[in-house]
């Protein structure tokens, strides 16, 4: 089998500061990042479900080979807690999230609709349960599943999860991110259907994986280096013997840091997408003169 073909692109296309031009329009970022990008995952629609004529604007201004991975509503990942327990979605969240899927969808532009489980899901014979009903849901999509309790990765558990996703053609999430109790997976990498393999890119900020009332973007916060990009090159190439089509989409969206990695990467990959040099937007005359990929806090090294 000729390997598969390889997309780069970021979790969101909203927060990546210093790569916009001053003065563009929040509504006209999704365009200028499709110039540098073929693929984005969508993560608003996990905070809050948009009206279908929404993802039909996402489809209008971005080229007709552009590729959106869709992020699930958090009702549908258990997010959402009632009494201090996970509260399923109710009808009309499930509704609204597959109207808001339809013309990505019927536009021929949905790769793949992405749940991201929370920390409290863990490897019980019930979430096991929860986990074979979501293919159901989607008889149409591709379904990517990503894990963020050690406990999916305990090996008699792994094998048993990844038998499941094989069965039922969905796709495991790799993961690069710190490796730090019981908040974080180990990259396994599985392929788990012939049709997508997914690596995400989270960072390797230990100081602040489990710092309290951190944002997202502190979180984040980390630029990797290209030594660490180029650990990832063989791998990548491995899933593409693997799976006819992979995806890298990079999560750490401090500053520019994603968009920067991303078309390192490209860039280590061979892909022909533009150059890093070409993300960078310059300073505020404040701030002064900032070096590619923005601000550089300090990090503990994973």
């Known amino acids: ?35 540098f990008f073929p693929i984005v995952e969508v993560d608003t629609t996990f905070y809050g479900i948009a009206k279908p004529a929404v993802a039909q604007r996402w489809v209008d201004i971005t080229p007709r080979g552009f590729q959106f991975n869709v992020k699930a509503y958090r009702s549908l990942t258990l997010h959402e807690r009632e009494d201090g327990k996970p509260r399923p979605a109710t009808p009309e969240e499930e509704r609204d999230f597959m109207d808001l899927l339809a013309p990505i969808r019927d536009a021929g532009r949905l790769r793949a609709v992405h749940y991201q489980f929370p920390p409290w899901f863990k490897a019980t014979p019930t979430n096991m349960g929860y986990l074979s009903e979501i293919a159901d849901r989607h008889p149409r999509d591709r379904v990517i599943v990503e894990f963020r309790h050690s406990s999916w990765g305990e090996p008699a558990r792994f094998d048993a999860v990844t038998e499941l996703l094989e069965e039922a053609a969905m796709t495991y999430c790799i993961v690069d991110q710190p490796q730090l109790g019981s908040g974080s997976m180990p990259p396994h990498l599985a392929v788990t259907s012939p049709d ?3 690596l995400r890119m989270h960072g390797r900020n230990q100081r602040t994986w489990y710092k309290k009332g951190a944002t997202s973007a502190d979180r984040f916060d980390y630029l990797y280096e290209e030594e660490e990009l180029l650990e990832w090159v063989p791998r990548v190439r491995d899933l593409a013997d693997r799976a006819r089509e992979v995806h890298v989409l990079f999560n750490n969206n401090r500053s520019n840091y994603a968009v920067v990695n991303g078309l390192q990467m490209a860039g280590l990959l061979d892909l022909g997408y533009p150059d ?22 300090s990090r503990a090294r994973g």
């Open 276 to 297: 890093p040099a070409e993300a960078t937007q310059p300073a505020p005359p404040e701030q002064g003169e900032l070096p590619l990929g923005g601000p550089r806090r």
């Open 1 to 35: 089998m000729a390997p598969g073909r390889i997309l780069v692109g970021t979790c969101n296309w909203a927060d990546h500061e210093l790569f916009y031009p001053p003065g563009l329009a929040p509504g006209d970022r999704l365009r200028h990042y499709a110039r």
């Open 196 to 198: 997508l393999a997914v």
